[in-house]
């Protein structure tokens, strides 16, 4: 079992920066990849970003490309999210989630753990 936990949400305004971070424990050793996620008031959950645990190989949606920003840190079990220049339609509720066997990092069936999510809301 993997527990993850985020913190790091808040209120902020357009144009602002905010930093998530995501800490897991348990069978961290097990962990493929961690990804980040969000889920929109009536909205589908959408994938953010990931990065692999061994290489930091990372990937990003369109819509956060150049502005957000996704690191790890082994040594401590966690992986964070920073996010630049944050517009409106970025709030959201953010989850981190993490693989334990390679798949498409883009889909939420590929991840097998998830934490409880942090509200992000960002005002115009």
């Known amino acids: 079992q993997v527990q993850l936990v985020e913190a790091g949400g808040g209120l902020v305004q357009a144009g602002d920066s905010l930093r998530l971070s995501c800490a897991a424990s348990?069978?961290?050793?097990?962990?493929?990849?961690m990804g980040w996620f969000r889920r929109a008031p009536g909205k589908e959950r959408d994938f953010v970003g990931a990065?692999?645990?061994?290489?930091?190989?990372?990937w990003y949606a369109d819509s956060v490309k150049g502005r957000f920003t996704i690191s790890r840190d082994n040594a401590k079990n966690t992986v964070s999210l920073q996010m630049n220049s944050l517009k409106p339609e970025d709030t959201a509720v953010y989850y981190c989630?993490?693989?334990?066997?390679?798949?498409?990092?883009?889909?939420?069936?590929?991840?097998?753990?998830w934490g409880q999510g942090t509200q992000v809301t960002v005002s115009s």
């Open positions: 990065i692999s645990r061994n290489v930091g190989y990372t």
């Open positions: 348990g069978r961290s050793f097990s962990i493929y990849a």
């Open positions: 989630a993490a693989q334990t066997l390679a798949g498409p990092v883009q889909s939420p069936t590929s991840y097998d753990y």
